[in-house]
């Protein structure tokens, strides 16, 4: 049995972290039924490997204890060779890296001001003095801030998806034919903000919103059926 430890909300099933949902599609895709764990900020000291590990997603598969959602991510490709293969062989696991620094860098610090201050009300009541605390020093500005600005920061998070718009006109995946681990490490972010946000992230005629459909139904609409705002 592997055992997954995902960030929650105040309500236990509430699950929204953007890295932890790259990992629990990653793990549908190996076949694999994990034990899925809630976790709150406030609970570092439970975390398998603290005080070391002090996020999540955080992967414990016999003895082994895996944080950081590449890592976990490299570790089942490597553990469960023979189910189906998250990287597609040694180019997509080459590639794979710019699409997670994409993925960090413009799409999740993008979405990060706009999702913000719809995080704080989803969060157990222990956690908030900490998340809002933490993230305004994260952004260098409140969250109230944050959301005034946000129509501007719509929109240009909605230009800067030109990439993979182009990208999934040509194909149905970023796999290819296939979803492939670069789907689902840019799907997390889409999903954290249909978690916490009843904000559709996407215009109403985005050409991504028939990959974001396709993302949601997968391994029996794993995704779809997620707790979301
Ligand atoms: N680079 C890490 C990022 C993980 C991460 O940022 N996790 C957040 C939840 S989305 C977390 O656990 N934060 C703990 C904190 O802020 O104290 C990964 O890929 O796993």
Redesign the pocket.
Known sequence: MIELFE?AGRDPDFRF????WRIRMAIAHKGLEPKTTPWR?HEKDRLPGAPTN????VLVDGGEVI????RIAFYLEDRYSNSPSLFGGPGGEAHVHFILAWADTVLTAGLFPILGPDVLGHLHPADRAYFRA?REKRLGMTLEEARAGRPARLAAFRQSLAPLRHTLQAQDFLGGEEPSYADYAVFGSFQWARCVSPQDVLAEDDSLRSWRSAMLELFDGLAERALAA
């Open positions: 960030l972290s953007p890295y932890c900020f002090r996020q999540v997603p944080s950081n959602s590449s933490s």
